[in-house]
């Protein structure tokens, strides 16, 4: 995690959540402990990025979807990602599927720049080991 990010207390053991006042940017990283089979990846990931999507699409006023990937990385991992403005913020969404664990990464932040968005992401990605 970037230096600048403190931990915010979580009542979910799989759920870690970090907040940066001076980025005016959140970050939620959650691990869900599953046993799928290679076959059912990135089924399981799709079904989960749609569940997802609609959750934030119901809690954020005039939430619209900028991007969105799925792919399967030679049947040992699916991935899908999606990005989401709304009027007063910016925000990604990425997961990745496995045959053990599937890992959700979410960033957001205060205004309107999706490359900033983007990077603090990637930032934060650099960081794990899935």
Known sequence: ?????????SLDEYQFSFESPSRKA??????LPVDIPPTGLQAFAEIFVLTRKAAEMEGRSN?????????LFDDSMAHVMYACTDDTSVSRFLGWATDRKFV????G??????????HLANEVFDGLRL
């Not at 995690?1 to 207390?9: E, N, R």
């Not at 959700?104 to 960033?107: A, I, N, P, Q």
């Not at 932040?109 to 983007?118: Q, Y």
């Open 26 to 31: 959140s970050v939620v990283l959650s691990i």
């Open 104 to 107: 959700s990464l979410w960033v």
């Open 63 to 71: 939430c619209r979807l900028d991007e969105e990937e799925s792919r």
């Open 1 to 9: 995690m970037p230096a600048d990010f403190h931990a915010v207390p």
């Open 109 to 118: 932040m205060e205004g309107s720049e999706m490359e900033a968005c983007a």
